[in-house]
Structure formats: structure tokens, C-alpha cells
């Protein structure tokens, strides 16, 4: 029977309880298991070790006995880099005034002939050839944006540049800052359950084009990337995501939003004098409208709280890992969140002063940046956290090749 992660369960057999105690736990928000950390989730309604198991069945459960690792990473910025003071000469600011509130110094914007498809494309291939995987060896491509160049989504367009030739699957997941840990976990239950050997996750964002440039509360926070992983199946003893917790709460959308509006110039069309309100005005999305003291105080709050649940229903305590990386929103939110779980500064992973909140990129930009001069290794255990609008909040504890 399915449940509400997306993975499968034995049913309620009393008989079959007892052949497999002691019995493993499957939660909607990550794995455990009397033993810590889990190394097999079962899809099928007998368990290993029951007579009568047919062929099919046993296919079915070797394939959800799998495992996932993150075996590749990539990424890509604009080639325009804004600075404090150059923000300075649009707005009433200075670089002391935003360095000391948020720890950004610098961010890259879309401008010319970048464009977001364009840098998810080329951090997908640098994950590709550090990962060593030919493109068409890619079962699905996930990409994480809230501000995707098509209304339609972004994934095919990648999936197409790459030179796919099978046609994978590849469709875009919206969940803002968050994008990039529910794209991680998404991956991990395609190739858990769905038999997938290669999922590319992207992770990308230009929201320097819906931020209002007069509005210093908010236009020194963002800036625009693309960060892309490659997760691939493996045996179930080199599992490489040990828990995660995954949330969403509504009721925030009045702190965080950019929201529909219709555009006022339409009225100059009329209508046809038989219906009302037809036909409807063409709309767009206004400015990110964000209450910066509410989001703080919401990210200060669950995000430990996260990282502590996925951290119990891995096994592991916060001692034991080797690196934080949290989505890169403000460096007093990161120190806050760092310092809540004990976890010392020189574990910490940041590069927010050069790139500033570029949303879904964040959490995969750091970690390339991270791999590829050697602060991450192999075998390195990762705890990692998204946070944004929805408001949607999520964390894993993962293993680094």
C-alpha cells in the first residue's frame, strides 16, 4: 500500500509482523528504522524471506531496495555583478548598511544575453561530466524555478539542450527558495519507487526581474543562478539520503508573496457588451512583497526544528556532521539557525556575500562551489535546509558522493 511519501508498505499482516521484527518505519517526512539510519524499503506485499514470492515481486522489491547518491555537481551565474555601492546609486543605501543586516556584498543579475535557461543548461552539463554521465543516460530532469522563462516550465527546454535523445521525462517543480530540497527528495522517490537510474536536479532562479529596484527593504537581498546535482541510484549500503522533513504552511503567503495582478491598461479594449468582465484582462505578477522581520523570525524558528527531526529520523546527531548548508538567505538567519544547533561556524557553508538570496539556486550554487575546491569530500555528511514562500521549509541529511 502506498503512503503519503511515495513509497510502499506491507500491509497490516500479523503473521508477516512477526516474520520481520523488528519492523521498519516509513514517515511521510523522511526514513527510519530500529537500526538508525534504514538501508531498505520494501514495495510489495510479502517481505524478503516469505515463501511464495513470485518473479515479479522480487523484481518489485530489489527495485525499492535501492539506494541514491549525489554523485555530481554544477553550476552557472550571470556575467553582471552588482555590488553595494553600485546599489547605492539607485536607492537610499550603502554597502555598511546592507553587509551588516544580511551579509551580502555582491549579486549576479540576468542582463544582455544570459538568460535562466541558458545557466541551468550549462550547470546541468558541469554536473553531467563531473558525474561522468552521458545525456542520454539521464531518466528525468527536475527543475526547481519559480521564475521558469516559459509559462509552461523550463524542464523540457533543458532536457532538449542537453541532447536527450530518449526523451526523458523533465517538468519543473515551484516551491521558491525552497525548490532545490523538494527537487533532491523528489529524485529520491523516483529512483526508490519508479526505477530511475539518473535524475538531474536544477535548482534556479532569476528573481532580480520581479524585485522592485526603488524598494531598499528588498532589492539588496536577491541575485540569479542556477546549481544543478546529479542523483543516481545504488546499492541500498551506499544510500546516500539518510531523513528528511518536509512542510508547508499557507497561512504565510501574507509575508512572502508576488502575486497575479491584471493589467489596468486593458480596459481600453471594452468588452463585447454581453458578458461581464469578458474578455479578462491580461495579468503578470507584481514585486516580491516580503515582510523581512515575519520570514526571519518564521526561518529562525522551524528551520531548527526541521533539521532536528530529519537529523532523529536519520540516526545522527548534529555533532556527527560534517557540513550545514542552508539556503542562502541572510547571514543572520544562517548564524541564528547554526548556533541552534551547536554546529560551529568553520561547518558552516556560505558564499552569500558574492551571490546574495538566488532562491532554489542557493543550497545547490554553494554546495558546487564547496565540492570543487575541496571544503566537501566524498563521504562527507551534509546536513542541508530550504526555507521560503508558501511558506514552504524542508531539510535532509544527505552524503556527498
Not at 556584498?105 to 552539463?125: P, V, Y
Not at 532569476?206 to 546535482?229: E, K, P
Not at 512583497?289 to 528551520?303: D, P, T, Y
Request: proline share 3%; net charge neutral; glycine share 10%.
Amino acid at each position: 500500500m502506498a503512503n503519503t511519501s511515495g513509497f510502499f508498505t506491507a500491509p497490516s499482516v500479523p503473521s508477516l509482523r512477526r516474520m520481520n521484527q523488528p519492523s521498519i518505519g516509513i514517515y511521510r517526512s523522511g526514513f527510519c528504522s530500529s537500526y538508525g539510519i534504514s538501508k531498505r524499503v520494501f514495495c510489495s506485499s510479502t517481505i524478503e524471506g516469505a515463501s511464495g514470492v513470485s518473479a515479479s515481486e522480487s523484481r518489485v522489491r530489489r527495485l525499492v531496495s535501492q539506494g541514491c547518491k549525489l554523485v555530481g555537481c554544477g553550476s552557472a551565474v550571470p556575467t553582471l555583478k552588482i555590488s553595494n555601492d553600485d546599489l547605492s546609486k539607485i536607492v537610499d543605501t550603502n554597502d555598511e548598511w546592507i553587509s551588516v543586516r544580511t551579509g551580502i556584498r555582491n549579486r549576479r543579475i540576468i542582463s544582455g544575453k544570459d538568460s535562466l535557461t541558458g545557466l541551468s543548461i550549462e550547470a546541468a552539463r558541469k554536473a553531467l561530466e563531473m558525474a561522468q554521465v552521458d545525456p542520454d543516460d539521464v531518466d528525468l530532469v527536475l527543475m526547481c524555478t519559480s521564475t521558469p522563462e516559459d509559462l509552461f516550465g523550463t524542464g523540457p527546454q533543458i532536457q532538449k539542450a542537453l541532447g536527450c535523445k530518449r526523451n526523458p521525462l523533465a517538468y519543473d517543480i515551484t516551491a521558491a527558495c525552497s525548490g532545490f530540497l523538494l527537487g533532491l527528495v523528489s529524485a529520491a522517490c523516483h529512483i526508490r519507487g519508479g526505477g530511475f537510474k539518473n535524475v538531474l536536479v536544477i535548482g534556479a532562479d532569476a528573481l532580480s526581474r520581479y524585485v522592485d529596484w526603488t524598494d531598499r527593504g528588498s532589492c539588496i537581498l536577491f541575485g540569479d543562478a542556477a546549481g544543478a546535482v546529479l542523483v543516481q541510484a545504488c546499492d541500498s549500503e551506499e544510500d546516500g539520503l539518510f531523513g528528511f522533513d518536509l512542510h508547508s504552511d499557507g497561512d504565510g503567503l501574507r509575508h512572502l508573496n508576488a502575486s497575479i495582478k491584471e493589467n489596468e491598461t486593458d480596459h481600453a479594449l471594452g468588452t463585447n457588451g454581453s458578458v461581464v468582465d469578458f474578455p479578462p484582462r491580461q495579468a503578470s505578477y507584481s514585486c516580491i512583497q516580503m515582510n523581512g522581520k515575519e520570514v526571519f523570525r518564521f526561518a529562525v524558528r522551524c528551520v531548527p526544528q526541521s533539521i532536528e527531526s530529519a537529523l532523529e529520523k536519520a540516526g545522527v546527531t548534529s555533532s556527527s556532521i560534517d557540513w550545514l548548508l542552508l539556503h542562502q538567505a541572510n547571514q543572520r538567519i544562517i548564524d541564528a539557525v547554526a548556533n541552534r544547533l551547536e554546529v560551529p561556524q568553520e561547518r558552516v557553508i556560505s558564499n552569500l556575500a558574492n551571490y546574495g538570496n538566488t532562491s532554489a539556486a542557493s543550497i545547490p550554487l554553494a554546495l558546487d562551489e564547496a565540492v570543487r575546491s575541496g571544503k566537501v569530500k566524498a563521504g562527507h555528511t551534509i546536513a542541508a535546509a530550504g526555507f521560503g514562500a508558501g511558506l514552504t521549509w524542508g531539510s535532509a541529511i544527505l552524503r556527498w558522493g
